[in-house]
């Protein structure tokens, strides 16, 4: 059964950094395109970072030279650092990983996690 898991959330002032990290059990994020959301309340989900299948990553520009995403080298945890924190960083975020070799949909998430980031 697949499981993916994230912590690493938190409260923070503007200007702190956490680091989330996602735990996957089944399968590991090797060959899949693998990704950060993230949903505040009342907004639609936005894409904040991901690494495609070439390993290249590929940041939303509201994050770009804040927030970075990585994996493991054993490929079972992806992780997003995140600096410079904002308060409209504020929401929950989730991992998602891709079939193999296939990045038409995401197809496994993770339950998220909250980041809190106060003035």
């Known amino acids: 059964q697949v499981r993916l898991a994230e912590s690493g959330g938190g409260s923070v002032q503007n200007g702190g950094s956490l680091r989330l990290a996602c735990a996957a059990s089944?399968?590991?994020?090797?060959?899949?395109?693998t990704a950060w959301f993230r949903r505040a309340p009342g907004k639609e989900r936005e894409d904040v970072a991901t690494i495609d299948l070439g390993g290249r990553t590929i940041y939303a520009e509201f994050v770009k030279g804040r927030f970075t995403i990585s994996k493991d080298n054993d490929a079972s945890t992806l992780f997003l650092q995140m600096n410079s924190l904002k308060s409209e960083d504020t929401a929950t975020y989730y991992c998602?990983?891709?079939?193999?070799?296939?990045?038409?949909?995401?197809?496994?998430w993770g339950q998220g996690t909250q980041v809190t980031v106060s003035s």
């Open positions: 998602a990983a891709s079939l193999s070799f296939d990045c038409t949909e995401y197809r496994y």
């Open positions: 089944g399968l590991t994020f090797r060959d899949r395109c």
